[in-house]
């Protein structure tokens, strides 16, 4: 058998490199490095009172190590070999004095190299020892010497959710990776093997909360028949540290409860929410909690009587009390579309702080429109400073080429935690405003669906990691988080790691260049938001339409958003306002969301606005040859199987980079009438084909 | 590795047994077996022309031997081990005389041992190499002597068939299996890896042909966008010897075509399908043809012009031409409700016997209403001797209890295929009647999705598995195409064999017993077809309300279907209406199909009506917790991933049948006001609480 194993996969082709087992991959070693792991790890030892986490923490050991070590890896009751050790137990004599701290926040652990070299992974609580264990095994994975051990960590933020959007169909809105992998139809009586192996890869990055539903909710989700489906979801992810949160809809005790009110100041509606609570924490003790989304994009509310955003959160956090938290999406946009769209969440709810309750979470985008490939920071995070708020991104591609193309999104992630000076003083990043307390939280729109690889591509393996990693140290580099996402998805193959980490750095610019250069936003199609638009203007309400957001003309092309135009720049602080106004930097990455230009004013680039523009789109088309360029380069470094599937999809995006360049070219060109610049190719097609395309069964709707 | 190998999967345990490899499981065999076959396979020689299909032959036998002997097969010029040979070729020298035959349809093949020994697969064209090279590793799999061999098998039906009813959403009418695994959305661009395992499957069993889009089908499905995704289809599955198919929406030359009419008569949409014929043809050469739903469940029609079924039929058979064939479905009711529902097809269709040209298939349902648990043969099938017959079965359990209940159907399919005396001839069964020419026909709709598992449960793999091995020899016995499912998929263990082989085959029938015993039919929920709801009566039209089918009341139930009755019976050729008029046979399987009784009417049983509706309810019950403990009793026989996923959905079945036991017994009893037999418990709940349960997030619509 062993020479099969080496030629083909054990268990026979059909069990091709699927991408099934994400960075969780626990292959062979090299020969020089197994003799280490094998020296330090002739068996386990495990101090900590026994429990599911523990349980969860010494099979995951056992699953690699008997691996690596080409026989079970035994459990002893004391001995040499790798010790789990709980710092309440007598084990803790072994370690140095420093694991002994007790740690802000659950999860922190250490992973020392004892007298001897024996390894021991040490925390104050189980979940850190199931973290310890994953970081443990992250570092054979990439065969990192052992002796760069001792390593430590802790997570600086108390929540590290993933929201799904599930609906109970099994759809996923803005899912572009298969249906619902939680299965609701077959829920409670069939849990699908496959949630432990979820749970597995959400504890290895350190997530620690699930949002299981869309937020566009109905309130059926609150109905007994769903709570025992959510009940079965929270006992299997419970072991993993992982608590289940609920999406609400705000009228549920009218939706479901019969009441003639939703009004959070109405008597019966707080009993309603009260007895709903104590229904849910009876069949999940460890509740997360709910997420709402009210009064936005027609759902229901505290505005519908008259109430404020403050009043429906705490009345909510008042049924859940200290059990658990609310979670209140700042994600709205007023009625009346008057007001310049990206300044209505700060206009709704700064003036709402100091009036959320404790236990309540104010949720806001990364930006202040919606998941755009590039966006200033939400100004509200500088705006709100005794509220404790969340901070929302997207992993799911809604804006960023569903799962088709490659854009790796830390990069994005990294921009909106590290805006610097947000604060008044200088100090207070997006890092630091989003994890100051015991309720801190950071959420991604997960992209994970039923597909076998999870996120339905490989490359979107990546954006799941990468959130759950900057989620638990904001402070980690895009870079850093690429480097050893490649060597435990594909391979500890430095040459590997050299070729694809930089590819997936620059993805992300690239995605921005075929779509959205030079800050401008939401030119997609209408509702699949699928492929280029910038020509729709007819939609219900004025900023729906891309044309709201280009305001191309003969004239020029932007939004003036300084004190001249819509004044949003007034919403930031000084310093990062001065920073957004700013158009000297040559990678002028919002000029166009800031600023209104005329087609022929001169850029800090020496080009025409016009240039720039059509010099930028043909920049990203570039950018995705080269991708693809570089990874038929690594035909024979990377198994056949996901090698052809990158591939296959790389394929697509030269298409659809080159679709959105010319459709988005030939209808600026409609306005600008200016010529393209030399050397640039007209479009394939006029710009009636571009409009006339469209696509009924775009998926994530 | 060798001994992680055998502890573990090699691969790992995220690498359970999840059921993604179906019976195409190629395990280590027992060490006394593997030394034969070691023997007579030190290597592999192709004597054939090369093909894409002798490599896809050639890629599977290298697959399972180099698992089987721990070392790759190699491929040698000439010399000992398997021979591959084309009988065109100068290796038949070395075969039995009898291999030279030509055979009556592609894919007949032998399996020979010649002297010495040595195994060789032979046939008369590739598609046979590649059915015998499946043949041997079944063979193999099952861990039968060598020795047993020649084996040799040839097609009995030309077009053996798997009908997808999926959406270019992604959705599947009447699926239970998660999301089409065609992946229409990413087609052409990206074909999932996964559809050459989906060949493979169908190939292994023999199937040939797949209509890849729901026969509710927009037009669409035709335009040139939509033909590029059918083509990269075509390209993946040729090598394995399917032709695919496409729903074709009648209506098209208008709906797409931007005709004024489809009238067939009309030159201009004469010439319409002829182009859009060829065109087709000029992206998939092997293009099977068209399958049509018309004039059925408001799908459009040639009888919306005043046309018949065969002038339809025929104007779409010349566009084909010789390339292609028409698939016309006969499952039609007529909008007019006064004429019995299960008599509609035969009057729609008989009369049309001889109209249809040579290339058109009339396609039925096995039975005459529309897949219930059990049904009378349809009468269509004795009554077109000059018509080419197609048979539709549904292997997707759209009425027997979704993905969850486990239901083996092979014994349903041989009931329709075997039904003796269907012919006035006493001969012509229905095997015999779908089995006549070069255009024989066996349809199955597909249940096969996105799940890992392909079914939504390890059981629903038997049913698309007996479907291909009774369309490729109707002969075959529900029972021993179960023993050889097991052991393919499980394990060739006899006492696994001999304890699951009698569940499957007794499970029909409690399904019968626990939703629609003694011949009922048609009682459950609208729209969704989920759960128990006899008590419906209130749907557009009547013969779609369950009250309709079962006229149960204050006296009786049942339906009169002789002479004094709808007279459905009439239908039949005398024998077979004789045989079911008969109601002496004390299985009683169709007893209310065909007959009304009064509640105190005594049976063959010895018991009165009422009782003996209690009796089986409760039997159907008793039948699902006898399978429950069956299975529980094969736990460490079964790997414990599948055990527990098949143990799960037996408690789910647990708890269903006796919902549907209850309900229809709460239901059946309002009307007779009589009291249940000695020893049957009351339903648990009162009728109200049954009939108000709603489920309306139940998949598969």
Chains 1, 2 share one sequence.
């Not at 026994?50 to 004391?78: H, K, Q, Y």
């Not at 620690?208 to 006992?235: E, G, Q, S, Y």
């Not at 980490?501 to 938001?529: E, F, N, W």
């Not at 010099?615 to 995705?624: I, L, P, Q």
């Amino acid at each position: 058998m062993a020479g099969a194993c080496a030629l083909l996969s054990c268990a026979g082709p059909a069990r091709a490199e699927d991408g099934y087992e994400l960075w969780m991959r626990y292959r062979p070693l090299s020969p020089f490095y197994v003799d280490g792991v094998a020296a330090v790890a002739p068996a386990l030892t495990i101090d900590a009172p026994p429990s599911a986490t523990v349980d969860a923490a010494t099979s995951e050991l056992r699953r690699a190590f008997s691996v690596w070590l080409g026989r079970p890896l035994t459990i002893v009751n004391d001995g040499a070999g790798l010790l789990l050790c709980r710092v309440d137990r007598p084990c803790a004599e072994k370690l140095p004095k420093i694991a002994k701290k007790p740690p802000a926040l659950p999860g922190a652990f250490r992973v020392d190299r004892l007298n001897g070299g024996r390894i021991a992974i040490s925390a104050h609580d189980d979940i850190g020892l199931l973290y310890g264990s994953f970081a443990l095994l992250r570092h054979i994975q990439q065969q990192v010497p052992l002796d760069d051990l001792p390593q430590s960590d802790a997570p600086r933020a108390a929540i590290r959710m993933l929201d799904h959007w599930d609906n109970l169909n099994g759809s996923v809105e803005r899912g572009y990776a298969g249906r619902s992998i939680f299965q609701w139809w077959r829920l409670p009586g069939y849990v699908d093997p496959r949630l432990t192996d979820y749970a597995r890869a959400n504890a290895s990055i350190g997530i620690n909360a699930v949002a299981v539903n869309n937020v566009n909710a109905p309130a059926t989700f609150l109905a007994p028949r769903v709570i025992a489906k959510a009940k079965a979801l929270a006992d299997t992810l419970r072991p993993y540290g992982i608590r289940v949160y609920l999406s609400a809809r705000f009228s549920a005790p009218r939706d479901l409860g019969g009441l003639a009110t939703a009004d959070p100041l109405a008597p019966e509606v707080q009993r309603w929410w009260r007895a709903k609570a104590d229904e849910i924490y009876a069949e999940i003790p460890d509740f997360g909690g709910f997420l709402v989304k009210a009064n936005s994009e027609g759902q229901p509310g505290p505005q519908d009587y008259g109430r404020t955003h403050a009043d429906g959160a705490n009345m909510l956090a008042r049924a859940v009390g200290k059990r658990g938290i609310v979670i209140w999406r700042a994600f709205v946009y007023d009625p009346d579309p008057a007001v310049e769209r990206t300044m209505q969440a700060y206009n709704a709810f700064q003036p709402l702080d100091g009036k959320f309750d404790a236990n309540v979470v104010v949720q806001a985008k990364n930006g202040p429109l919606d998941f755009q490939p590039r966006e200033p920071v939400a100004p509200l995070f500088a705006a709100m400073p005794k509220t404790q708020l969340g901070l929302e991104l997207q992993i799911t591609k809604e804006y960023l080429g569903f799962s088709t193309h490659l854009a790796y999104l830390a990069p994005l992630f990294e921009e909106a935690l590290d805006t610097g000076g947000l604060g008044a003083d200088g100090r207070a990043t997006l890092a630091g405003v989003v994890t100051a307390g015991p309720t801190s939280l950071i959420a991604g729109v997960a992209n994970i669906g039923s597909d076998r690889n999870w996120s339905g591509s490989h490359f979107d393996q990546a954006n799941w990691y990468a959130f759950g990693r900057l989620a638990w140290d904001p402070a980690r580099s895009s870079e850093a988080i690429a480097r050893e996402w490649v060597a435990l998805t594909f391979a500890p193959d430095p040459p590997l790691i050299d070729a694809v980490v930089p590819m997936m750095l620059a993805s992300r610019q690239t995605v921005v260049d075929t779509m959205t250069p030079l800050g401008l936003a939401h030119l997609m199609g209408s509702d699949h938001h699928y492929g280029p638009a910038p020509w729709v203007d007819d939609l219900g309400r004025p900023d729906w339409n891309p044309v709201y957001y280009h305001r191309a003309d003969a004239e020029g092309i932007g939004f003036d958003r300084s004190a001249t135009g819509s004044s949003a720049l007034a919403q930031y602080p000084a310093a990062l306002a001065k920073r957004y106004a700013d158009d000297s930097d040559p990678a002028l990455p919002l000029l166009l969301w800031f600023h209104r230009k005329r087609w022929d004013d001169r850029l800090v680039t020496g080009r025409t606005v016009w240039d720039e523009l059509v010099v930028r789109y043909d920049r990203g088309v570039a950018g995705v040859d080269s991708m693809a360029v570089q990874w038929n380069g690594l035909r024979g470094r990377v198994d056949d199987q996901r090698h052809a599937e990158v591939a296959a999809l790389l394929k697509v995006q030269q298409n659809e980079s080159r679709w959105w360049r010319d459709a988005s070219i030939a209808y600026f060109q409609s306005l600008s009438r200016r010529p393209l610049p030399a050397g640039h190719a007209a479009p394939a097609h006029p710009l009636s084909w571009y409009r006339d395309q469209s696509f009924p069964e775009a998926p994530g709707i």
